[in-house]
Each structure stands twice: as structure tokens, then as C-alpha cells.
């Protein structure tokens, strides 16, 4: 079982910037860590995900903007959001991928607004 708790979320303004953190109970079965999304009235959507090799993947609606790091001294995960727009307004959920199974947070929310 692997347990993930976020924080970070709040409400900023567009071409804010806002820090979230995700940290793991255990991280010794996890291959990849990530970050995912829901806006109101959309379906969960990939921000970005990093590997145990450091690997990332961003998603092109924030490639640029987003840039997600880890510690594994720390089991922490964290996405650095820069240039906030009003469209990446959502509750923010951390991922973390096994081998046989996703564990989620329970999320965070951010709100870009003015």
C-alpha cells in the first residue's frame, strides 16, 4: 500500500506561480510518479509523469510551464507551475504507478484567477 498526500494548491494569479508537493509513504515499488488533473465538467487528464530514471512526459498544454522534480531522499514529488493561466485551473491529484497497481492523493486544488 502506498499512501500519497499533496500540498501546495491555492488560488493565484495568471502568470503566477504556484509549487505543489506529493509525498510517499514508500516509494521501493513505485517505477513512476506524476501529476494528473480535473477541471469542473472534464475528465482527469495527464499533467505529467518522471520515472524512476527521471524520465518525464509532459502534456503539451504545459510543456514549458510545468516542470516536475523529485527527492527520493524525501519519497517527495513536486510540480513547479509557472506562468499560470486560468485554464489550469483544477484539482490536482499525485499518481503513483506499480506494478500491479495507481495509487492517487487525494488532491489538491488550484485555482488561476484574478
Known amino acids: 500500500q502506498v499512501q500519497l498526500v499533496e500540498s501546495g494548491g491555492g488560488l493565484v494569479q495568471p502568470g503566477g506561480s504556484l509549487r505543489l508537493s506529493c509525498a510517499a509513504s514508500?516509494?521501493?515499488?513505485?517505477?513512476?510518479m506524476g501529476w494528473y488533473r480535473q477541471a469542473p465538467g472534464k475528465q482527469r487528464e495527464l499533467v505529467v509523469t518522471?520515472?524512476?530514471?527521471?524520465?518525464?512526459n509532459y502534456a503539451d498544454s504545459v510543456e514549458g510551464r510545468f516542470t516536475i522534480s523529485r527527492d527520493n531522499g524525501k519519497n517527495t514529488v513536486y510540480l513547479q507551475m509557472d506562468s499560470l493561466k486560468p485554464e489550469d485551473t483544477a484539482v490536482y491529484y499525485c499518481?503513483?504507478?506499480?506494478?500491479?497497481?495507481?495509487?492517487w492523493g487525494k488532491g489538491t486544488l488550484v485555482t488561476v484567477s484574478s
Open positions: 518522471i520515472t524512476r530514471s527521471s524520465t518525464t
Open positions: 499518481n503513483a504507478a506499480t506494478a500491479g497497481t495507481d495509487y
Open positions: 514508500s516509494i521501493s515499488r513505485i517505477y513512476a
